[in-house]
Each structure stands twice: as C-alpha cells, then as structure tokens.
T-cell receptor
Framework: EPEVTQTPSHQVTQMGQEVILRCVPISNHLYFYWYRQILGQKVEFLVSFYNNEISEKSEIFDDQFSVERPDGSNFTLKIRSTKLEDSAMYFC?????????????FGPGTRLTVL | DAKTTQPPSMDCAEGRAANLPCNHSTISGNEYVYWYRQIHSQGPQYIIHGLKNNETNEMASLIITEDRKSSTLILPHATLRDTAVYYCIVRGPSGSRLTFGEGTQLTVNP
C-alpha cells in the first residue's frame, strides 16, 4: 500500500541553524500539507500546497518557514533560523483530488530537536 | 469549520465494542464528519468519514444522528492496538486544513 515517507526521522540542530525536512507524498496525490505537534499538545496545521504554490497557511507559518516541491516527488519544509520553540514533531500529509471525501494520508513524522 | 466536543478519555475492555461520542451541534449542511486517530506520536491515521448516512468500513462504523448534531465512532471488537487518541473533525468541502482538537484518549485494557 502506498504511503507518505519522511526523512530524517529525528533531526537535532542548534538554535539559529537552518533545517530542511523532507517528505515524499503518495505519487498520484495533488495536495500536500505540513502539520506540527509540540510535545503534549495538539496537532497544528502549518501550510497546504497545491499546483506549486501555497494554498493556505496558518499564523504559525511565518517568514522563517518555506515549502518547496523541488522535483516531481519531494516536498520540503525549510525553517530558516530555528528557535527553541520549533522543537516538535513535523508531519507531512498528502491527498488526491478535491472534495471533502478525500482523506489526508500522514507520514510518520520527523522529530525536530532544537538545542 | 464547526467546533467538536469529545470526552477527554475512555476505557474499553479488549474484545468489546468501543463507542466514542462526538458533539458537533453547529455543523452546517455541507460539512462532513471525519475521524482520525493517533497512536503514540505517530502520524494521524484516517479512519472514516460521513455526511449524513451511517458508514462502515473495515476499521469502524460511523453513526450520525438524524439532526447531524452528534456522531459515534464504533470499533466493534477493540484490541490493544486500538489504544490511541481519537479525533472527531468537522470540515466543509472547500476546506483543506484539518483542525485537530484534544480528542479522546481511548485505552483498551486486557
């Protein structure tokens, strides 16, 4: 069964450093998402991406964040200058087509630790 | 998207049915009810969705009341692997993001 994959599974970085989290969505999917979950808190939406542009973003997704689909398979989240409060699990998700009936498939997540 | 209310926690004996309630009294006519679950910090997993009719798949059944103001997710024969946080999410057809609440922590006991 096709699945969303994410790399790395765990990323440790120093505050102020740039990090890139990578995702490979399911191959025929058209909509891509990033969510994050700070330890012990709710899963929070960051951004959605369709047709090579951001279609929606939350207030969390400020200028420090960017997303890109550099080729036909990868979808990346870049954090330009990491802060301690960026430590969280980051989940990528994808879905196909349009309509409410298209569920989102989530990857296993990348645990980001900012020291 | 309409707000949902779920109990913070529930327990269920292994092999018994788990019935997880959700209130969504402000749901509008074109909004769907989705259920996802998250097993211990793994990525959320889609379970089922519905608009107004009851739905069943290989994982669960979804019962939506006639006025659509509440629903119940039923896991017919809960196993220890069903221990997870279950999220009820209401979303319109034009919406894209999923808004996760606190969910219900279901603990299946041996």
């Amino acid at each position: 069964e096709p699945e969303v994959t994410q790399t790395p599974s765990h990323q440790v970085t120093q505050m102020g450093q740039e990090v890139i989290l990578r995702c490979v969505p399911i191959s025929n999917h058209l909509y891509f998402y990033w969510y994050r979950q700070i330890l012990g808190q709710k899963v929070e939406f960051l951004v959605s991406f369709y047709n090579n542009e951001i279609s929606e973003k939350s207030e969390i997704f400020d200028d420090q964040f960017s997303v890109e689909r550099p080729d036909g398979s990868n979808f990346t989240l870049k954090i330009r200058s990491t802060k301690l409060e960026d430590s969280a699990m980051y989940f990528c998700a994808s879905r196909t087509g349009t309509g409410a009936y298209n569920e989102q498939f989530f990857g296993p997540g990348t645990r980001l630790t900012v020291l | 998207d309409a707000k949902t209310t779920q109990p913070p926690s529930m327990d269920c004996a292994e092999g018994r049915a788990a019935n997880l309630p959700c209130n969504h009294s402000t749901i509008s006519g074109n909004e769907y009810v989705y259920w996802y679950r998250q097993i211990h910090s793994q990525g959320p997993q889609y379970i089922i969705h519905g608009l107004k009719n009851n739905e069943t798949n290989e994982m669960a059944s979804l019962i939506i009341t006639e006025d659509r103001k509440s629903s119940t997710l039923i896991l017919p024969h809960a196993t220890l692997r069903d221990t997870a946080v279950y999220y009820c999410i209401v979303r319109g057809p034009s919406g894209s993001r999923l808004t996760f609440g606190e969910g219900t922590q279901l603990t299946v006991n041996p």
